[in-house]
């Protein structure tokens, strides 16, 4: 269903209860109303009959006939009967045929000494006269017909008004409900034509402060993770095509020159070694981009080791020095807790070990001494490694790109390098709900700081 038709449909049922209850509160209150009055003239009417028949000597059966028949005030079909206690009518105001007096209509008006009750059409008013020495039952009967046909009038009137208002209601609603989704109908306009070519474009706000503004706000900061994705990925393959065609142009060109002529099985075997060492490249490269794979779709539940820091940091320690005798590596503890737990957190001690490994052999790669510090500190909520080199640096105006997959920084060109490390390490100290802060001058060092949290109870 659409949601203007939703939005109508739900305007007039909203206004057609509030409109039905408040009609049916009139009606009722106003059938209340005429049914009441008309008992009090009916019992006036009784009461006043009693008085004359019983009270004024002067007045006999025939002259208050008279006087009720002659009387405006009669209402339409009364009849008021006078029976003594043997249920004998001893006196009536006409020769209509009034209700009669049962046993249970007796009993009930002897109980309430004046009852009120209906029969059919009839509103009927009973009362026990006890101001004469033997008690006397007195019935009066009549029709409400001003008051059914008031009613009557009353209720097709507001059956009108109930439609004429309805279908006010409905044009009103879906002409309102049209305005009110008009904003939406646009942006789903404006949206179908943002293409990749044109991925720039953003919806215009108008700066209203309402609920569609707040909308189009989130969806243009969509739009603008959406394009950054897209700039990504576009750069991300542009990238993984360099980096993959330099080796593969490299062995091709190799094997091209080593079959023009006939060379000597050393040629053949230097030119073998070095296609070798160009698989071996691109072996690497696949395998940093099948990590870089595995972390994005990491999930939590992979984080279930218990990695106490201290050792993790003296594996690295071992593993650099021994993949470089050139590299070197100062492990400093700056701060530790007294309880030896709090050098352990909850983690991927797998995933940790590679986000150190590139941090430190990054810093002894860019080092002029090929040297690399590390500094632990263990803070109550939270572990702090910080990595640092004296070496080349970054520009400041490059730092916010390094975390990027495959970007690298304008100084490391000459040196041998995929840039996807970086990017592995901040995806890794995501996953484990941590952040890697970096701070670098040119040719003075560079210090990345790997935070990750501890309060994990074991």
């Not at 079909?77 to 006409?94: A, P």
Request: net charge neutral; hydrophobic share 40%; with cysteine.
């Amino acid at each position: 269903m659409q949601i203007r038709v939703s939005l109508t449909i739900r305007f007039i049922f909203i206004v057609s209860t509030i409109l039905l209850a408040v009609l049916l509160s009139i009606y009722l209150y106003t059938q209340y109303y005429l049914s009441e009055s008309f008992y009090r003239r009916l019992s006036n009417r009784t009461e006043t009959t009693a008085e004359l028949y019983f009270v004024v000597d002067d007045v006999d059966s025939t002259l208050l006939r008279t006087i009720t028949d002659r009387n405006k005030n009669v209402l339409h079909s009364e009849n008021i009967t006078i029976y003594n206690q043997n249920k004998k009518r001893v006196f009536t105001t006409n020769d209509r045929k009034g209700l009669p007096l049962t046993e249970d209509l007796m009993t009930k008006i002897q109980l309430e000494k004046k009852y009120r009750f209906r029969d059919g059409k009839y509103h009927g008013v009973g009362l026990y006269y006890t101001q004469t020495p033997e008690p006397y039952y007195i019935v009066a009967s009549a029709v409400d017909d001003y008051g059914r046909a008031f009613l009557a009038q009353m209720r097709l009137i507001m059956v009108l008004l109930f439609l004429i208002v309805i279908l006010w209601v409905s044009a009103a609603g879906w002409y309102y409900a049209g305005k009110a989704i008009a904003p939406i109908d646009d942006m789903g306009q404006k949206l179908n034509s943002i293409v990749p070519k044109n991925m720039h474009l953003r919806l215009s706000q108008q700066d209203n402060q309402d609920e569609i503004d707040r909308l189009t706000q989130t969806i243009n900061q969509l739009l603008d993770r959406v394009e950054d994705t897209f700039k990504l990925q576009r750069m991300f393959v542009s990238n993984v095509s360099h980096e993959l065609r330099n080796p593969l142009t490299k062995m091709s060109s190799q094997l091209e020159v080593s079959l023009i002529k006939t060379r000597t099985p050393q040629e053949y075997q230097k030119t073998m070694y070095s296609v070798l060492d160009d698989i071996q490249e691109l072996i690497a490269l696949t395998q940093n981009l099948l990590k870089l794979t595995k972390v994005d779709g990491a999930k939590q539940d992979l984080l279930v080791d218990k990695v106490r820091v201290d050792e993790l940091l003296w594996e690295v320690r071992g593993l650099l020095t021994k993949s470089n005798a050139l590299y070197q590596v100062d492990i400093l503890f700056d701060e530790l807790p007294e309880d030896p737990d709090g050098l352990c957190m909850l983690g991927n001690s797998a995933l940790l070990k590679t986000a150190i490994v590139n941090l430190a052999e990054n810093a002894c790669k860019f080092s002029f001494d090929k040297k690399a510090i590390i500094r632990l500190r263990c803070l109550p909520d939270e572990i702090q490694i910080a990595i640092e080199d004296k070496g080349i640096g970054i520009q400041e105006s490059e730092l916010s790109y390094i975390f990027q997959p495959f970007y690298r920084s304008s100084q490391t060109a000459d040196i041998k390098g995929y840039g996807i490390g970086l990017s592995l390490v901040e995806r890794i100290a995501r996953m484990h709900g941590g952040t890697v802060d970096v701070k670098s001058s040119p040719n003075i060092g560079t210090t990345f700081t790997l935070v990750l949290p501890s309060n994990i109870t074991f």
